[in-house]
């Protein structure tokens, strides 16, 4: 059974950047896509970033293009979300998700995946 625990997560002025981390065990975690979503108050889960088993593959909500960046190291076990030039709208829980049988059509889908950690919080204000 693999478990996933987030970290990193905190209060940043827009602009501003953070790194969050996610530590799997327990499981297969390099066989597996690895995946970032978030929820903010009031809305639904919505997909932020993945990547592939391989590290290789990346793909991203158009919301955060070209300011996050995900990435992961297989040795340490770890997915990591770079996010730079954050803005207020980026203000949410953050869920790590790790997913065996997750496509090309499915990354957004959160019911993809089989495991879920229990989130960290990213408020962005001033």
């Known amino acids: 059974q693999v478990q996933l625990a987030e970290s990193g997560g905190g209060l940043v002025q827009p602009g501003g950047s953070l790194r969050l981390s996610c530590s799997a065990s327990?499981?297969?975690?390099?066989?597996?896509?690895m995946g970032w979503f978030r929820q903010a108050p009031g809305k639904e889960r919505e997909f932020v970033a993945v990547?592939?088993?391989?590290?290789?593959?990346?793909y991203y909500a158009d919301s955060v293009k070209g300011r996050f960046t995900i990435s992961r190291d297989n040795a340490k076990n770890t997915v990591y979300l770079q996010m730079n030039s954050l803005k207020p709208d980026d203000t949410a829980v953050y869920y790590c998700?790790?997913?065996?049988?997750?496509?090309?059509?499915?990354?957004?889908?959160?019911?993809?995946?089989?495991?879920w950690g229990q989130g960290t919080q990213v408020t962005v204000s001033p």
């Open positions: 998700a790790a997913g065996m049988g997750v496509s090309l059509s499915s990354i957004r889908n959160g019911a993809a995946y089989n495991h």
């Open positions: 990547v592939w088993r391989n590290g290789g593959n990346t």
């Open positions: 327990g499981g297969s975690f390099r066989q597996g896509a």
